[in-house]
């Protein structure tokens, strides 16, 4: 019994005498330093925190961090959102009568982006996205801090169509389709007529 006590006395005098040093120690700014600096990890010692939002740590290039997506070059193929293991992006095609344009790698674009919604606060930053994107206009960006008040907030919406301009789209490529639809009926009809 008399041991527990002694250790009890031990283990709290261990804690109290490393949460004393921490107090005590110097309020010295960290300086910020790369991870392949020798003196990253020691530097901690004497430092007490970070001053955010002056003083910010540095972002390592491959770090996965906000999602940002280029929709000039968007095909909207849709791979990005059925990768998605967390099911954060929200995507709605529409299909064109024709080639509406080109994306910077020569790739030719057929369907209009009527919704790509991305949800961060769902995101869980796997970049999945970003690896089966076959035109590489979804990309991780390296802001990190992105504090808002409302949780909608953190839904971003990249696609600019307005629902009158993506009713009209439907609307042609219903026209199109019915027109495509009636002419192959006439031209059955036309070859069992004259056979």
Known sequence: MYKRVINGFTTAWKGLTLTVKHLFASNADRKITTVSDSNYFKQLEGTNTIQYPKQQLPVPEVGRYQ??????????CDLCAKVCPV??????????????GQTSDGTIKRLYAAKFDIDMAKCMYCGLCTIVCPTECITMTNQYDKTVFEL???????SDMPPEVAAE????????????????LAAMQKKEGGA
């Open 152 to 158: 909608s907030d953190l839904t971003y919406q990249f």
């Open 169 to 184: 789209k439907r609307a042609l490529f219903d026209k199109q389709q019915a027109e495509k639809q009636a002419a192959k």
């Open 87 to 100: 099911n954060c992006i929200d995507i709605e095609a529409i299909k064109a009568t024709e080639a509406i």
């Open 67 to 76: 999602l940002d997506v280029e929709m000039d070059d968007c095909i909207v």
